[in-house]
DNA sequence: AAACAAACCTGTGCGC
DNA sequence: TGCGCACAGGTTTGTT
């Protein structure tokens, strides 16, 4: 579910309550949350240690420690990040726990991973050796929001590729960070159809997805993300965002368009993902 | 190179 | 009320 501004919104709660705590023990519940390596590799890699920086790269979370090594979490689907107070109840699927020593000024607490669909994933690993311990990490396109994305860079990935723009724009290998929701609503802001070719687009129709992909990264991070019906998607303190009141066209089929007041919404499948727009305003 | 399908899991909401 | 099916913010893998 969390896309680069819900992953971002996680980090900055990270970078205010966690970095620079040392961790005391650190517990793994469920193997498949560690997989990548194993729970040994995961709790001798991060007791006693400190965290020194809270990073994000398109939807991977990225922790440095004093160790040398990272630790990385993957939200996936369902994965969340919470902070407790030591003792509170865990809730249901809180598969990795790590403990936060209290200090002067904190009291101890509890960082928690929780992922009722286990898809998501907590490793630690060597930096200097990420493209063979994560190769999709070392794999991953720019992140337009941590890195930037300059126009005459999205051009070059336009013209490089023969694809439709939304199966082009959920490939983290070409851009980080970009998911189902905001591919939708970036293209809606750009006014472009989801199956438009990406080396077909005049200069002006790249300028607009250029000046769109920004928009509404910044303007959903600026609200904390979007959490849905469900509230699966909360920030480190249990708190949802709320760019779902944003939404022009994601999970609005069947809605007038709140941007031309005319066309209705138009829901499509593409890339196996749901896909909404506007046959009006979308060209 | 790009489109397409299936797989990995659990939970929820809907129609009947 | 209960059952079965469709569907869900992601990514990898394998096939056309």
């Not at 960070?177 to 002006?204: C, F, K, Q, V, W």
């Not at 998607?233 to 779902?244: A, N, P, R």
Request: proline content about 6%; aromatic content about 4%.
């Amino acid at each position: 579910m969390p896309e680069l501004p819900e992953v971002e919104t996680v980090r900055r709660g990270l970078e205010r309550r966690v970095v620079g705590r040392h961790v005391g023990a650190v517990e793994v519940g469920r193997e498949r949350t560690v997989r990548r390596t194993s729970p040994e590799a995961v709790v001798h890699g991060l007791t006693d240690t400190t965290i020194l920086a809270a990073n994000r790269r398109g939807k991977y979370l990225l922790l440095p420690l004093d160790s040398g090594d990272e630790l990385m979490i993957h939200l996936r689907m369902s994965g969340q990040v919470l902070v407790a107070p030591t003792g509170n109840d865990r809730p249901p699927h809180t598969h990795v726990v790590l403990h936060l020593d209290g200090d002067a000024d904190r009291p101890a607490e509890e960082l928690w991973f929780v992922d009722p669909r286990t898809f998501g994933e907590v490793v630690v690993f060597d930096p200097d050796n990420v493209a063979v311990e994560i190769p999709d990490l070392a794999a991953l396109g720019p992140d337009p929001i941590a890195e930037g994305l300059a126009l005459p860079q999205l051009r070059a990935i336009l013209r490089s590729h023969r694809r439709q723009l939304k199966p082009l724009l959920l490939d983290q290998h070409v851009i980080a960070g970009i998911g189902n929701i905001y591919a939708d609503e970036i293209l809606h802001e750009a006014r472009l159809r989801p199956d438009r070719i990406s080396d077909e687009l005049s200069t002006m129709s790249e300028r607009r997805l250029h000046d769109a992909i920004h928009r509404v990264l910044s303007e959903a991070i600026a609200s904390g993300g979007s959490t849905l019906g469900d509230a699966q998607y909360v920030d480190l303190f249990g708190e949802g965002g709320s760019y779902q009141d944003e939404h022009h066209v994601y999970g609005r089929e069947g809605e007038r368009c709140r941007t031309c007041g005319v066309g209705w919404i138009r829901r499509t499948v593409s890339v196996q993902r749901s896909t909404f727009y506007c046959p009006r305003c979308q060209r």
